[in-house]
């Protein structure tokens, strides 16, 4: 039988605003646990929750560039459960009303095709503390420093049909909340993570089958290989004649397994109610229109103009348009480089390939815009080659100045005086008469042995194009 996998994602983005939804306490990342939470975060009596105006511009300005319903009213709700971390016994979160409703965002599948998501919804809450459990052995200690700060969880349709979709449609979205400057996106710090809901069908099926939620999946690797493996094992478990149970389910990426962490609570199981702590959020036209004139150039939108603008393939446009800062870094080159698609071969190329070896992003980049394009003003006006750049980029990196100093300094310029060219090109083919013999009878692709021959001897400054039109003449003996 056929089997079809049918995934959807909640995915939980960590809102970049400096205190938490409900409490002036801070949201910085890496203090002393227990140290950032204040009594509106712990629940204490007599305290009351005020709402964050940032976490509300920030769902607002997602739901725009999902080109999402936005809610004039929405409420927020108290939905109870109990756990060690979550000291008020109750999250609060919006249930019936969120301020995001239906939107949608199109991702690229590995044939190039396009596929459009839909997005269900997206509401704010706050987050729990959290669980520690290396260092108390047979305890577990509770840090509360998360406890209230605001997140907006993104819940996809279920229109995902393999892990690699899941992967696209994360790393998208991922993009975009950086894009929009709402959420940092930083996953080994738990800013952005996701729950997959996972179940399979015969192909063909309209029903949807039995599903079961990976949780807390914090990197797109872990995303795929626990999507996989749940995908593989409720196959296995239906052809063997089980039934798949809707449970929550963690991954352990270190047996590359997924294993039952609880049942699946219902949404009644929550007993959510109104917050009456808490007034309907109003959203008012006017707020809209203020956020929507805060929004930046879109990936989508930014993509489609360096097609247009800088005539790059719709492959290079996407890697470029990948991230904000990436986007940013290459039309800074590109404007001054003289050649866009130069640029964009050397920002995916040498210098991506430097700063992944290096561990390093492009915003902490040894070699800065300004110094790439001065280094491919060179290239492009004949002062270096294409392979002595190499030698001048390896230069820029360590720290050894401009490209115009180093290229001075270590007399790297290019030659194109032809008669010199000339000389090289004699000494070469005098001192491979068996293979000029060849090449005479027909064997052309000896022109490739020639070329590196004169390129060697010239310790690879000679211009390529002049070696070549001088070596073509002399080997046909004109």
């Given at each position: ?6 995934i ?10 400096r205190?938490?939804?409900?409490s002036?306490?801070?949201t910085a990342y ?28 920030f769902?607002?300005r ?8 936005l ?5 927020f ?14 999250q609060?979160?919006?249930y ?10 199109d ?18 809450e706050?987050?729990a503390g ?11 200690g509770?840090?509360?420093?998360r406890?209230g700060t ?11 049909r ?8 994360m ?15 930083n ?25 079961a ?12 290989r ?5 995908i ?13 149970v ?15 962490m ?27 229109e203020?956020v ?16 247009e ?5 719709a ?58 394009a ?19 980029f ?31 090109v ?5 001192a ?23 390129m ?22 004109e």
């Amino acid at each position: 039988m056929q089997w079809e996998p049918v995934i959807g994602l909640e995915i939980h983005a960590q809102l970049a605003t400096r205190t938490k939804i409900f409490s002036g306490a801070s949201t910085a990342y890496g203090a002393p646990p227990n140290s950032q939470a204040c009594a509106v975060d712990l629940g204490l009596p007599g305290v009351l929750p005020v709402l964050n105006e940032q976490a509300v511009r920030f769902a607002v300005r997602l739901g725009l560039a999902l080109d999402a319903e936005l809610a004039g009213r929405s409420v927020f709700a108290r939905k109870n459960y109990f756990y060690p971390d979550l000291p008020k016994g109750y999250q609060i979160s919006q249930y019936e009303i969120p301020v995001v409703g239906r939107g949608h965002l199109d991702i690229e599948l590995e044939d190039g095709s396009t596929k459009r998501i839909g997005v269900t919804r997206a509401h704010l809450e706050e987050d729990a503390g959290k669980s520690l459990h290396e260092g108390f052995a047979g305890m577990t200690g509770i840090d509360l420093n998360r406890a209230g700060t605001p997140l907006l969880e993104i819940v996809s349709e279920p229109d995902l049909r393999s892990a690699a979709e899941a992967v696209a449609y994360m790393k998208k979205l991922h993009s975009l909340v950086r894009y929009l400057g709402i959420c940092d996106g930083n996953m080994q710090e738990g800013s952005f993570r996701c729950d997959a809901n996972v179940s399979v069908r015969p192909v063909g099926e309209k029903r949807f089958g039995t599903r079961a939620e990976l949780k807390n999946l914090n990197s797109f690797r872990f995303v795929e290989r626990a999507i996989n493996y749940e995908i593989e094992r409720q196959i296995e478990l239906i052809e063997d004649g089980g039934t798949v149970v809707q449970e929550t389910r963690l991954y352990d990426s270190d047996r590359g397994e997924t294993r039952s962490m609880r049942t699946k609570e219902e949404a009644n199981d929550y007993r959510y109610f109104p917050d009456p702590d808490l007034l309907p959020l109003e959203v008012t036209p006017q707020l809209i229109e203020d956020v929507r004139a805060e929004l930046p150039e879109l990936p989508d939108a930014k993509k489609a103009r360096f097609v247009e603008q800088y005539g790059l393939p719709a492959y290079d446009a996407g890697v470029l348009t990948s991230s904000r800062e990436l986007a940013d870094y290459y039309e800074a080159v590109a404007a001054e480089a003289g050649d866009a698609k130069l640029a964009a071969n050397w920002v995916m190329g040498d210098l991506a390939g430097a700063l992944n070896k290096a561990g390093l992003d492009i915003t902490e980049s040894p070699v800065g815009p300004e110094r790439l394009a001065g280094m491919l003003r060179r290239v492009v006006d004949g002062t270096i080659s294409g392979k002595i750049a190499k030698d001048v980029f390896d230069a820029l990196w360590n720290g050894e100045g401009d490209a115009d100093a180093v290229i001075e300094a270590k007399g790297l310029k290019q030659v194109t005086d032809t008669a010199a060219i000339e000389a090289m090109v004699d000494e070469v083919i005098a001192a491979n008469p068996e293979q000029l013999e060849q090449y005479r009878a027909g064997k052309t692709k000896l022109m490739g042995f020639f070329v590196g021959q004169v390129m060697k001897a010239s310790r690879g400054k000679a211009n390529p194009q002049a070696v070549n039109e001088v070596l073509q003449r002399k080997l046909n003996g004109e």
